[in-house]
């Protein structure tokens, strides 16, 4: 079956331009979850998704970010005015059931780079 | 959060089981451990998880110590597509927080 999906793929904007991020979950996935990876960093959690609300956003980094999702499904990770040190790897993963006890599956993310 | 420490690098031959560590001394009682792997240019990927008891799949083993400070990634036969970096990451609530991981090479 179809697989997390995130677009673009990649992403090049100057610096102080608005980005929107899009991820595509599997069909079916109440959690979600978005992450970023800076080049040779760990990862980094954003914010999480169960069905439509956000119970966890202590990991943006800042109020220029914000996330939303609809339907349950399909959410938009936008990041307002952009700055260089935003530039990473954005990845979004989903889960079947509530957080901890069952497997995210990964997207392959959306390379952003703020010049 | 709870820490864990992982060697920065591991080789292995084709064919031959994998054995990766990771110490967890200050993980509490309602941690799982988390594995998950990562390819070149890939997002990460689930290996396995587990709680107190030791794990099977069809990717791996999860061996943990009794006293849970410490468990270990079985590959029982690597191949070369598991060149990756594996992360070994501890949590409840499924907010994943990567280190720097264990880059493992296999070699042919």
């Known amino acids: 079956g179809a697989g997390v999906s995130q677009s673009p793929s990649n992403k090049v904007t100057e610096k102080g331009k608005d980005v929107e ?10 959690a979600l979850y978005w992450y970023r990876q800076s080049l040779g960093q760990g990862l980094e959690f954003l914010i999480y998704f169960q069905g439509n609300s956000a119970p966890d956003k202590s990991g943006l ?10 339907g349950g499904s399909v959410s938009t990770l936008t990041i307002q005015r952009t700055q260089q040190e935003d530039s990473a790897v954005y990845l979004c993963a989903s889960s079947p059931r509530d957080r901890g006890y069952y497997e995210q599956y990964f997207g392959p993310g959306t390379r952003l780079t703020v010049t | 959060d709870a ?5 920065n690098s591991m080789e292995s031959n084709e ?57 270990t990634l079985i590959l029982h036969r690597a191949t070369l597509r598991d060149a990756a970096v594996y ?12 280190g720097q991981g264990t880059i493992l090479t296999v070699h042919p």
């Not at chain 1, 991020?21 to 109440?30: A, E, M, N, Q, W």
């Not at chain 2, 992360?87 to 990567?98: A, M, N, P, Q, V």
């Open chain 2, 15 to 71: 064919e031959e089981p994998v054995h990766l560590p990771c110490n967890h001394s200050t993980i509490s009682g309602t941690d799982y451990i988390h594995w998950y792997r990562q390819l070149p240019s890939q997002g990460p990927e689930y290996v396995i998880h587990g709680l107190t008891s030791n794990v099977n799949n069809r990717m791996a083993s999860l061996a943990i110590a009794e006293d849970r400070k410490s468990s």
């Open chain 2, 87 to 98: 992360y070994c990451i501890l949590g409840l609530d499924g907010k994943l927080t990567f």
């Open chain 1, 21 to 30: 991020l899009r991820c595509d979950p599997i069909s079916g996935h109440t």
């Open chain 2, 3 to 7: 820490k864990t420490t992982q060697p």
């Open chain 1, 61 to 70: 980094p800042s109020d220029r970010f914000s996330a939303e999702r609809t």
